[in-house]
């Protein structure tokens, strides 16, 4: 996969970085932190810029955000439950406790959780959907997810522009955080099951 894209960012330059930063907020699986180091990286042997590398990913992360909170305006909790277990949530690698866990987040901690989020693979790009399906003020909406995005891209095209030829070093380290990030996401899923049926068992006991 990775190949590819480094192809269409040496190809397009900040176009191509925006419309695969796009793709990577509906396609979770795609590699941000490739995409963001790679970028990084090419501002140091190519005419492209930090801040011009940092615009055209934040760009694309809007759309890509704006696209999903348009489709949960659009669903209903029952519809996006039916869509993400047929086949186009087996196609985009989603599972209905993914959604789960965005729509508990925005439940609970309010609009800031869209900011946040930003910042957590797979549940960066999933918010946006309960965003929408609360009808989130579309204002703030985007100043959340462009602010979080920001510092999100940011910080990984800076890190690539630093590391140099060694970007892959960066894009592994970050990936490592995503896979613990999504180990940690299971762990609480599991907890948080585990509490939720032992209270419905407790209940029904008394």
Not at 65 to 89: D, F, K, M, W
Not at 138 to 153: D, H, I, K, Q
Request: aromatic share 14%.
């Amino acid at each position: 996969m990775e190949q590819w894209m480094l192809e269409i960012m040496n190809s397009f330059g900040y176009l191509g970085i925006f419309l695969l930063i796009l793709a990577e907020n509906i396609f979770p699986p795609i590699p941000s932190e490739v995409i963001l180091t790679f970028g990084g990286f090419m501002t140091t042997y190519t005419r492209m810029h930090v801040p011009g590398v940092v615009l055209s990913s934040t760009a694309g992360s809007l759309v890509g955000a704006v696209i999903l909170y348009q489709l949960g305006n659009l669903l209903s909790p029952e519809r996006l439950e039916h869509l993400i277990t047929g086949p186009v949530g087996k196609a985009l690698r989603l599972k209905k406790e993914h959604i789960q866990q965005a729509m508990g987040w925005f439940d609970s901690k309010g609009n800031y959780t869209v900011f946040f989020c930003r910042f957590i693979p797979i549940v960066r790009s999933l918010i946006s959907i309960p965003a929408g399906m609360a009808a989130m003020a579309p204002g703030r909406f985007l100043w959340m997810t462009a602010l979080g995005s920001f510092f999100w891209n940011l910080a990984l095209i800076s890190l690539g522009a630093f590391a140099g030829s060694s970007w892959e070093k960066a894009a592994q380290y970050f990936g490592n955080y995503t896979k613990a990030a999504k180990i940690v996401l299971l762990a609480a899923l599991i907890i948080g099951g585990i509490l939720f049926f032992r209270k419905k068992i407790m209940k029904s006991s008394h």
